[in-house]
């Protein structure tokens, strides 16, 4: 066996889980049997009145007309409707209606009525925000002012960067009425998610990047960061047999299983083929050629690798697994009025990348690090810097589809990359846009960019200290 795949990575945690389900079936059996006994002998009786099916409604109006395209409506009350240019369909319309609201909508001219459907959108809108804001007004990490939500950075300031409405709805939907520990980890992944958003220094970027992200089922890690697709063009050169074994089963060990890679070592086989064992603490004779320690084999992918990889575009690119791909903010197209332009691009699987490349990746990319979710793309938005993770199998191209696939456990070596020199890092984004002019630069103070980014590494701080080594559970010793 080359690559282990996904389904016998989730198969070694089958039987545990089906001595738990067996434990909550028995329970379940033993619920039903008592409550059909406590039903046995105790009649079932109807509340409520019966419901007279028969029984119409009467019609919104007292009479209406059509006459030389003037439609005229009397209402119940008396009040008169009127609409002029009105047409045989109007009068329809009037005739099926079943409450007044419809009969105001027909008689309501075309423009008026685009401008009041508008109007009442944003109404929606205002009191969606405030209902959720409501939930959230009591928690410390929030502020609210003017209608708008705003998120509290480490030293009790608010970050001038209100936070979207389906964001809000989000958060509160995770605090509350439950604050449980899964619903814990994913309210403050969504808290690093939007304090790197607020790095961004495209406001339009941030403003969209969740909507997008929600809409075609993305998934963010323990850190913030987003997971994503795109296709590269292979090459001769390497192992290339190696690589994607390490890849794999590295972020396999890690998702699936949500151990540590650093207790499993890699062997080859007289075949050629690569497997992995448990590390032992005791010596042991294991068959086959030792090639190393998991992790230590991932962090030393890049070595690996010379142009075992590169874009379908110009075929130039040297795109390596476990590095990180970068190029100056300023040189990409921050335009979203532009679906195809100058960055790097990544997508949903609503985006056909089959055309790009002969091998399917997943890919990291930082929210700060977002140029642009281009209007009316299907699926695919463009940065200026992502993380090769790993290859995929064919088969597996939609890994994330598959909900044992866990993002949350994975993302620490980017992570760690992307906090270097931070601060920095983001004081030249926000000076490379200065170098464009497509739009206006939000109000975001040096001071504000030093409170986001120690909010960031307390936060990260905080998470090394909570991690949790799962390696005391239950795992086969061999696993070829």
């Given at each position: ?45 109807y509340i409520g009145e019966p419901i007279d099916e028969e029984k119409t409604p009467s019609k919104p109006y007292k009479k209406v ?413 061999l696993v070829d």
């Amino acid at each position: 066996m080359s690559l282990f795949s996904l389904s016998w990575f989730k198969s070694q945690n089958q039987k545990k889980k089906e001595e738990l389900e067996l434990e909550a079936v028995e329970l379940q059996v033993q619920i039903l049997r008592n409550k059909k006994e406590q039903l046995k002998n105790s009649p079932i009786k109807y509340i409520g009145e019966p419901i007279d099916e028969e029984k119409t409604p009467s019609k919104p109006y007292k009479k209406v007309k059509l006459v030389n395209n003037v439609l005229t409506i009397v209402l119940n009350d008396g009040d008169t409707l009127t609409k002029t240019e009105a047409s045989m369909e109007d009068f329809q319309a009037v005739r099926n209606a079943q409450s007044e609201s419809e009969l105001f909508t027909i008689a309501t001219p075309e423009p008026l009525l685009l401008k009041q459907r508008e109007i009442e959108e944003e109404i929606k809108k205002a009191e969606q925000i405030n209902s959720f804001a409501e939930n959230l007004k009591d928690h410390p990490d929030f502020v609210q002012e003017d209608g708008s939500v705003f998120l509290v950075g480490k030293n009790g300031e608010k970050i001038p960067r209100s936070i979207p409405a389906l964001l809000v709805e989000k958060f509160a939907s995770l605090l509350y009425p439950t604050n449980n520990e899964d619903t814990k980890e994913e309210y403050e992944a969504l808290k690093k998610f939007w304090l790197k958003c607020c790095l961004n220094p495209n406001a339009q970027s941030a403003e969209d990047l969740y909507a997008f992200l929600s809409h075609h089922q993305f998934k963010i890690d323990r850190h913030g960061n987003f997971y994503a697709y795109r296709r590269v063009v292979s090459k001769q050169g390497g192992n290339r047999e190696l690589v994607d074994f390490v890849s794999n089963t590295y972020n396999k060990v890690k998702a699936v299983w949500k151990k540590n890679p650093e207790k499993y070592e890699v062997f080859q086989n007289t075949d050629g083929t690569y497997t992995f064992y448990k590390t032992k603490e005791t010596d042991a004779i294991y068959p086959g050629t030792w090639i190393g320690n998991l992790k230590d084999l991932y962090l030393d992918l890049p070595n690996m690798q010379k142009k075992m990889f590169t874009s379908a575009r110009t075929g130039k690119e040297d795109y390596r697994v476990g590095e990180v791909i970068s190029m100056p903010r300023y040189e990409g197209d921050d335009n979203n009025q532009f679906t195809c332009s100058r960055g790097f691009h990544a997508a949903s699987k609503a985006y056909d990348y089959s055309g790009f490349g002969d091998t399917p990746i997943l890919v990291i990319i930082n929210p700060m690090d977002v140029l642009a979710v281009p209007v009316g793309e299907v699926g695919k938005l463009r940065t200026c810097r992502w993380f090769f993770a790993m290859t995929l199998p064919e088969d597996e191209k939609y890994i994330l589809d598959d909900e044992e696939f866990n993002t949350l456990e994975l993302g620490d070596i980017f992570e760690e990359k992307c906090q270097t020199d931070l601060t920095n890092y983001v004081a030249n984004s926000f000076a490379e846009e200065v170098k464009r002019h497509t739009f206006t630069l939000p109000s975001i103070s040096a001071k504000n960019i030093n409170n986001i980014v120690a909010s960031l590494e307390e936060m990260s701080a905080t998470l090394s200290k909570r991690i949790v080594d799962l390696d005391e559970l239950q795992v086969d010793e061999l696993v070829d």
